[in-house]
């Protein structure tokens, strides 16, 4: 399998948190904002821009997505399988590829259970409640 063009619409989600699917994405143009759902609650984790990566870590390890991607504005996107480029990377980097996606899967549950204060760090800017509220919905459809 190839690499491949996609295009999503502002408001369309990508992948949700627990889907399977293992592609790699390449922002192309546009923005997206991975975010975690806890009950009707929305945390925003990072906003992903042109030039930048996502989908990494299911990529590499293999286990469901850790996240919500969701677009906030019109994206175009490269899709990349994992069969495109797992073959063309060493194996002593997938394994250490892996062992470092652990060891922020394990980071990721401890912040999702025990929460982590924010104090004199620059930090994404919490969404307002008609924001979460929006975007839950677009979330939740489907």
Sequence with gaps: MKAKKI?????TVLCREGDLEKDIY???SGRLLICS???????????IGENEY????????????????VAIESTELLQIPPEALKEQLPKWLLFTMRQMTQRIRSMDEVIRDRGIKRQNVD?????????????????DQG
């Design 7 to 11: 295009t999503l619409k502002e408001n």
């Design 26 to 28: 390449l922002v192309i």
């Design 37 to 47: 759902r806890s009950g009707k609650r929305v945390t925003p984790i990072a906003y």
């Design 54 to 69: 996502f989908g990494e870590m299911s990529f590499l390890d293999n286990k469901p997505r850790s996240a919500d991607v």
């Design 123 to 139: 930090t994404i800017k919490p969404l307002s409640i008609d924001e979460q509220r929006v975007l839950f919905d677009i979330i």
